[in-house]
């Protein structure tokens, strides 16, 4: 089932808004900055599921403690939660579907409610035809259509996945339940490595870029009035002249 899409981002250093620079295969190289990003609608709706992904996956909670769920990511892990499945698999599951579907933007994920390339199967409606696979994905109505489905393909032997205790377990079982078909256990096991590190990366971008743009938009006093400031610092100085004159 895996159909890999890569999509990245290259950066020059955390906390550098201007310094980053997006690629994937539909849009190609773009430097621009997450601030900025409504000047480019499919790419700011991409960098949205990209950051949305990245917060759920390295744990990102609001005031109240709760877990930052937004957009399709969001909206996917709720799906996920309410099927039955733990925060302990979700941690991997997230960034596995976000990676199979590259960043919830190719055919079935965006046409078939089917973030997991699941294949068509008897009783099921047909969705987009996927070449790397050769035969169709699933269509699901919704995103909790696809949950159950989901949740029965990690709770089914031989593998059941919903068991899995790390990382390197879950994407054995995943093998053992034919998920990634002919493609290796090293080879998948190290893209899931790849693409959560990519989030985590992604993750202290976005999160950087959002400190940078509170502070440009929230100056401290003296870059909001350098006159004045300069005006009061000159005072200032006068008054302490003459306290120590006198």
Known sequence: MAHWLETYYGRGRVGKADGITYSSPTYG???MSPVTQSSNMPIAEQQG????????TTG??????????????????????????PARILQWAIPQLYMESGGYSNGPAVKDNNPG???????????????????????????????????????????????????EDFVHRL??????????EASYLAKMKNT???????????????????????????KQHPYLTAGLAVLGGVVVIKVISN
């Open 49 to 56: 599921k990209d950051a949305n992904t990245a917060a759920i």
């Open 29 to 31: 190289q773009q430097k």
């Open 175 to 184: 093998k053992l339940n034919g998920y990634y078909g002919k493609e290796s």
């Open 196 to 222: 959560m590190s990519r989030l985590n990366m992604l993750d202290k971008t976005y999160k950087a870029a959002t400190k940078k743009m509170m502070r440009d938009s929230h100056p401290p006093f003296w």
């Open 60 to 85: 990102t909670r609001d005031k109240s403690g709760q877990l930052v769920l937004k957009g399709y990511a969001g909206d996917l892990y709720t799906a996920l939660d309410n099927a039955g499945l």
């Open 117 to 167: 390339n699941i294949i068509w199967f008897a009783g099921q409606q047909k969705g987009v035809y996927m070449p790397a696979n050769k035969t169709y994905a699933t269509h699901f109505k919704d995103l909790d259509d696809f949950a159950a489905q989901y949740y029965h393909e990690l709770t089914k032997g031989p593998g059941n996945p919903a068991d899995a205790t790390s990382l």
